[in-house]
DNA sequence: CTTGTCATGTAAGAGGTTACATGATTCG
DNA sequence: CGAATCATGTAACCTCTTACATGACAAG
């Protein structure tokens, strides 16, 4: 998708300046992006110049001048337009899964350890999104908004939950030797 | 992570054209790239400079003539090395968490009418998944190696499987209202 | 005395995507 | 007769990332 839509929705909450909008990216897991400069200034101009964003520049003295940009009618139809547009599929890039792929190639001890590490790691991210979601800054303009927003938290807090949920059977199905039982005849001769 | 480990493990695997490696590459949900040949092409020649696969020219009558790749002592090293080093963190991209980050500028038809879409959108997408999981092709050299692709395959279902529970809950909590319950004395008014 | 914050901007590059080109063959 | 398969390769482009630059001020 385009980032655009993420800066022109963030706008949709608060006029804010290149430098926050910025701060709100990095700080967020749903907006993705790393937040950095070249892509918000960059997109921002390119907003303004098509007209969906107003620029106010604030002088501040002992302090470099910003400027705030507002979303514009213009911008928030486009907005509105984008919110009825159809809905992606999730984009899940999981490298670990492509490891795992090749993990065969490891030992028992080995490969139950990189799992032991994949779960230590999705368990710490878990316990942060849990904190992250309680102290969140986040728009509450209505009630149904504040309901949106805890659902999406929920949403990211559940996907870490389920991940640790499969990483823990995935151990406990190698532990018991679950795979023995499917034995073939093949062996394991292969043409390489 | 790099799209040439994923070379590396595939090749690891099978020795291949490059052409033969983007299909696997482009029919898998695991393998996420798109599979597109400036990628595949230019790192099986970046991996052959470097010595880690070896490359043979096999000239066929009426067909083009194809390269078939296989993975050298040093590419095993390599791709062992990758495997025994630290997990990444999956990256989830989700737009749709976005789109619905700024819904509250629908109206609850319409909300309602986008999640309706998600859903939809996510059921083919599992179902989709459970059919693929039965006919994959996968490497079967061992029943280890086979139990590890089955769990990575219901790694992948059980989480459209989790993201459709998901939106079943949004859609209902929205129906009852749920968020109605926790008003506070905000308002909607707010200083944009 | 260095590091961090505020605030904008530029530069360079990695990584990934779509699209095009070739040319024989096979399938509907 | 047009489209897909086999098989490799090139070109153009877009997105996103890290790193650098400025300069005043505050905090440890």
Chains 1, 2 share one sequence.
Do not use: C
């Not at 492509?98 to 065969?104: C, G, K, N, Y």
């Not at 999705?122 to 849990?130: D, R, T």
């Not at 559940?158 to 679950?178: F, I, M, N, P, S």
């Amino acid at each position: 998708m385009d980032i655009q839509y993420a800066i022109l929705g963030i706008l949709s909450w608060q006029s804010l300046s290149g430098y926050d909008i910025k701060k709100v990216i990095s700080d967020s897991d749903v907006f993705y992006w790393s937040g950095n400069n070249n892509q918000i200034y960059n997109n921002l101009i390119a907003l303004h110049k098509n007209g969906l964003v107003t620029q106010e520049i604030i002088y501040q003295e002992s302090l470099p001048a910003k400027k705030i940009y507002s979303i514009t009618e213009t911008g928030q139809q486009a907005l509105r337009n984008w919110l009825l547009s159809n809905p992606d599929l999730p984009e899940i890039h999981n490298d670990f899964l492509i490891q795992l792929s090749w993990a065969d190639l490891l030992s028992a001890d080995e490969i139950d350890d990189l799992l032991a590490r994949y779960e230590e790691e999705i368990g710490v991210q878990l316990k942060m999104k849990q904190i992250q979601n309680v102290r969140q800054v986040a728009p509450s303009r209505t009630a149904r908004e504040r309901y949106l927003w805890r659902m999406i938290a929920e949403n990211m807090s559940a996907a870490y939950q389920r991940e640790l949920e499969w990483v823990r059977q995935v151990r406990e199905g190698l532990r018991q030797e679950k795979f023995i039982e499917e034995r073939n005849e093949d062996g394991n001769g292969n043409n390489n």
